[in-house]
């Protein structure tokens, strides 16, 4: 089968507003337990985990554990595919939630250097290895039992639901290490959101129980359609797919961490303003995008998958070198309004509809794994980007990352316009597994003994 399919039995099928909201909330809760690591290396960590005289230093060396997080999102990715594929979507989800925030409670929970030498920074390091591997599994399944409830012509709207759990997670965590400067001192500034993060789990847990498994994952149990090694199967069969996925995301991915993470170090470094605008402007891109994602998720249902998602990616292509004169203005206002069309225009279109569109284009027997591996391989290579932007900027200025932001929009349209539509208002089909599959499906599953 080659898209998500509405054959499902209705009686296994839940409250799709329902499962969408604990999709939404867990992925908030994942979200908040990994930026909130972001913030505290570049404030905290430095000082607090590795022995070094020099501050600068200090804070390189907490950001390189910062980025161990990525290099490990795909394991996560391939891991939550496979068992996503095997045992269920709802189950690999709640998993993932656990593990994160297993691991974000310990991290406030650590020793520092002074207290405990160098066990100190190797435990941050493997608990950030965890995280790494919880966040790349929580993508796939959030988005999986949002879009695999939800009716066939609303599968947009639904699966953009999750999608707002990123930025509302992100202001969480901005909101929350805000708060305790203000309440605490010392250690404690940091300590607190971490530990914090023992409730949030606990309610995301509460809410995602008491919600059904995936219709689809139920009837391919029923019919002993469940592959005994899914990931293996898509990697060889639809290999083709996941690079398609990898590089549709780069527009989004990437240009989220050009536009902040970048941008963010390049005001200072050029002097044009404060960290703090970047931030606000952050902040403020995500609080639209708590609706523009909704927006262009329904919107999706109404005109198709590809005309929504190719409104960012050619905003990105068009807008990376206007958005760098907007900066290099060093006006805040200009600066804040910068930050925020790259959120609202650039990578929100795209970020709303990757959720139903890649659903919709994998069998649903290898689905879990075939998403998640695309979407963390994408996120893996954007990690690694807002270092490229840097070198680019110190290699030939400002227009080497203005550049870059650019060809990122390019990769991901050029992705697209080969890709299939499958929204059914657009291809007429409600349930389009009843048609002939829109790319090479993987051969028909043994069932499991």
Known sequence: MSAVSNAADAAHRDNP??????????????????????TA???????????????LVGVLASFATLAVGFF?????????GHFGDRIGRKTVLNASLLLMGTATVLVGALPTYAQ??????????????????????EWGGAVLMAVEHAPPRRRGWFGAVPQIGIPAGLILANGTFLVSEHLFTGAWVWRAPFLLSIVMVAVGLFIRLRIEESPEFTEMKERGEIRKTPA????????????????????ETGGYYVATSFVLSYVGLAELGTSNDVLLGTIIGSAVGLGSHLFFGALSDRIGRKPVFLIGAVFTIAFGF???????????????????????????????????????????EVRSSGISLGYNLAS???GLLPFAATALYGWIGWEGPAALFCLLGVASTAAAIGAPET?????????????????TSTPTPEKVR
Request: charged share 15%.
């Open 17 to 38: 507003a329902k499962v969408s909201l604990a999709s939404m909330v867990g992925s908030a809760v994942e979200s908040y337990d990994f930026f909130i690591y972001g």
């Open 41 to 55: 290396s570049a404030a905290y960590f430095g000082t607090a985990f590795f022995h070094i005289d020099n501050k």
């Open 72 to 80: 490990f999102r795909p394991l996560g990715g391939y891991l939550a």
């Open 116 to 137: 405990a030498g160098v066990a100190a920074p190797l435990l941050l390091i493997l608990l950030r290895i965890l995280q790494g591997i919880g966040f790349g599994a």
């Open 232 to 251: 293996l199967d898509v990697l060889r069969r639809d290999w083709r797919l996941i690079l398609r996925i990898t590089a549709l995301r780069l527009a």
């Open 322 to 364: 206007p958005m760098f004169l907007l900066v290099n203005t060093g006006v805040t206002a200009l600066i804040v309004i910068a930050v925020v069309l790259a959120l609202v225009l650039s990578h929100d279109p795209i970020f709303a509809v990757e959720s139903s569109w890649f659903s919709e284009q994998f069998p649903r």
């Open 380 to 382: 893996l290579i954007a």
């Open 423 to 439: 929204a059914p208002a657009r291809t007429g089909l409600d349930n389009p597994d009843d048609d002939k599959p829109t790319i």
